[in-house]
């Protein structure tokens, strides 16, 4: 590892340089073997926008920080050094990404650096919520308990939200699958069928004009069609990754039909079971507040915590606010009013976490059975489009033509 330092020589002058050494104390030996003294060393950090390409390009999934997180459960529980359990999982680890970042907390830890501090360094990979959690553990000596609360935390959100994915991937490969072959179809298929009618040079219906009209236009400038899906496509990406489309989009996604009720059980799931960890973990109200506004993944549900968290500070309480929002349900406003007035704030953020995860799960499993008649309905005017404005026009020409 390299190590940036400043020391003084034996004539007291200053002198600055990059020791490349095993850790902190090998360096300082090597410095002090050269006559100098050392005033402060730095660990030569990977470039961060390399950092940043890292992680694009390999990524951290959720399964890789699950198990990574019971990892360290199993072996601080087993009275394992943290250091050394850092070491033993990082040769584990198959991400290469995760594995730098493992060995950069490794190392810190090994300088000295509280292990919370060195993952905040890497924000991509540990959340605001894990640094929190992990900080009380270490300040309160309860560490093995606080990486459990992370572990079991994170395991739920990896569940429902794989859930939600499994709901969506049928019906999400069925409509990009429609809207592949209609491209083709109108493009390559219509022309040909349009051009049997304009042979027969007999009368038609507007709307088979229409059709014959769209073929023509498809055949001859499918690039420039296809070219603009392209465009709006990426262009969407890009708008719903700026605060004002990100903004926008949250609010589109809670009204969806039959997506947007099982979004909405997601947040306020992942709200009340981030929020009761973080408050079994003994991180303050207001704090926790605001961390779980950062994690919640949804703008609109950000803003009222973010409330929530200001009315705290002035000596309200957080049901106020709850009862004034349209996206937070009575009931979790409710149940948060019984748990102030009685203490037992934690305790009734678990039952709504329960509450919720039922009714997220429940309509996961009947989501494909919902969405399903949609697909079909959809499908199936494309095809009465197709017969009626084109097969059954050549269909009558051609029976004028016999009789």
Not at 256 to 261: F, Q, R, Y
């Amino acid at each position: 590892m390299k190590y940036r330092f400043i020391a003084k020589d034996e004539q007291g002058k200053k002198k600055t340089g990059i020791v490349d050494s095993r850790d902190v104390r090998s360096a300082t030996d090597l410095l002090q073997s050269k006559g100098l003294s050392v005033i402060s060393m730095e660990r030569v950090r990977q470039n961060q926008t390399i950092e940043e390409l890292s992680y694009l390009w390999e990524g951290v999934k959720a399964t890789d920080l699950v198990i990574l997180f019971r990892q360290l459960v199993t072996l601080i529980g087993a009275k394992v050094p943290i250091l050394t359990s850092f070491r033993v999982i990082q040769k584990q680890i198959s991400n290469r990404h995760l594995q730098r970042v493992m060995q950069e907390v490794a190392d810190d830890i090994e300088d000295g650096t509280p292990m919370f501090e060195s993952m905040s360094r890497h924000p991509r990979v540990f959340t605001p919520f894990m640094v929190s959690m992990i900080r009380s553990g270490e300040v309160s000596g309860h560490l093995h308990q606080s990486l459990k609360y992370i572990a079991d935390n994170l395991e739920k959100n990896y569940r429902l939200t794989s859930k939600i994915r499994g709901a969506l991937m049928y019906p999400g490969f069925v409509l990009s699958a429609a809207i592949i072959v209609g491209f083709l179809v109108v493009t390559f298929i219509l022309p040909n069928l349009t051009s049997i009618i304009r042979d027969m040079n007999a009368e038609i219906p507007w709307y088979t004009e229409l059709l014959m009209w769209v073929g023509d236009f498809m055949k001859a400038y499918w690039w420039v069609v296809l070219a603009a899906m392209v465009a709006v496509i990426g262009f969407s990406f890009y708008y719903i990754h700026t605060p004002v489309g990100k903004r926008e989009w949250d609010r589109i996604k809670l009204k969806l039909p039959v997506v947007g009720p099982l979004l909405n059980y997601m947040y306020i799931a992942r709200f009340s079971d981030n929020f009761s960890t973080l408050l079994a973990g003994g991180i303050p109200v207001v704090t926790s507040l605001h961390i779980v506004a950062s994690v919640v993944g949804n703008s609109e549900f950000e803003k009222v915590i973010l409330e929530a968290a200001d009315e705290v500070k002035k000596g309200g309480n957080i049901s106020v606010i709850f009862q004034r929002s349209e996206i937070f349900p009575p009931i979790v406003s409710q149940m948060l009013e019984i748990g102030e007035e009685t203490g037992q704030t934690e305790e009734t953020l678990k039952s709504v976490t329960r509450f919720y995860d039922e009714q997220a799960d429940a309509i996961a499993r009947n989501l494909t059975t919902l969405i399903e008649p949609m697909l079909i309905v959809l499908l199936g005017i494309g095809v009465a489009i197709m017969v009626v404005g084109i097969l059954l026009p050549i269909y009558n020409i051609s029976a004028t033509a016999i009789g």
